[in-house]
T-cell receptor, first 113, second 116 residues
Framework: AQTVTQSQPEMSVQEAETVTLSCTYD???????LFWYKQPPSRQMILVIR??????QNATENRFSVNFQKAAKSFSLKISDSQLGDAAMYFC??????????FGAGTRLTVKP | GAVVSQHPSRVICKSGTSVKIECRSL??????MFWYRQFPKKSLMLMAT???????TYEQGVEKDKFLINHASLTLSTLTVTSAHPEDSSFYIC????WGMGETQYFGPGTRLLVL
């Protein structure tokens, strides 16, 4: 099974600034997918961004982008122009074609006004 | 699109009773559904994977007889916690994925279970 490590339990960013959340993973699968999910206080898991491992180009979704370093098994999330609504727990996840997905321990992001 | 609902959102029950949690994909057919458990301030732990019409595959350490999973249709999966005990109290989350949706899982809002 995959393992996912998020080494930053908590991060803080000033509103309108940029923050990067770190994630490393390990898997024996050749085909896999990487995800960042956001969990606000409502506890609803919301997909932020996804990356297919076979794609070299880093995924972007508006203010969210990733830095995918396949050889290093690193998958960091950059949030630009941070907004108060970005405050949440962020989980990095690695999933296989079969669907089993493993999550990191999470990073709690605080956005300061 | 890709909306998943769960019912109930929270439930309180007495020790020894059974509780059923429903997970529905509202606007797509879910070929595979997943059940997770999340302890307070912790990450999600995969409990089992279920494909429509077949038996669920449980993760190591998850008791099959304790957590009964049924995926009877392409839009509904149920998790039944049998003979619930206080240690089963937790936040249970389901997710689903469907044809043509890639490998992305879409999550339900979760069910908070408290066993007294």
């Amino acid at each position: 099974a995959q393992t996912v490590t998020q080494s930053q339990p908590e991060m803080s960013v000033q509103e309108a600034e940029t923050v990067t959340l770190s994630c490393t993973y390990d898997t024996s699968e050749s085909d896999y997918y990487l995800f960042w999910y956001k969990q606000p206080p409502s506890r609803q898991m919301i997909l932020v961004i996804r990356q297919e491992a076979y794609k070299q180009q880093n995924a972007t979704e508006n203010r969210f982008s990733v830095n995918f370093q396949k050889a290093a098994k690193s998958f960091s999330l950059k949030i630009s122009d941070s907004q108060l609504g970005d405050a949440a727990m962020y989980f990095c996840a690695c999933g296989t074609l079969w669907g089993d997905m493993r999550f990191g321990a999470g990073t709690r992001l605080t956005v300061k006004p | 699109g890709a909306v998943v609902s769960q019912h109930p959102s929270r439930v309180i029950c007495k020790s020894g009773t059974s509780v059923k949690i429903e997970c529905r994909s509202l606007d797509f057919q879910a070929t595979t559904m997943f059940w997770y458990r999340q302890f307070p301030k912790k990450s999600l732990m995969l409990m089992a994977t279920s494909n429509e019409g077949s038996k669920a595959t449980y993760e190591q350490g998850v008791e099959k007889d304790k957590f009964l999973i049924n995926h009877a249709s392409l839009t509904l999966s149920t998790l039944t916690v049998t003979s619930a005990h206080p240690e089963d109290s937790s936040f249970y989350i389901c997710s689903a994925r469907g044809w043509g949706m890639g490998e992305t899982q879409y999550f339900g809002p979760g069910t908070r279970l408290l066993v007294l």
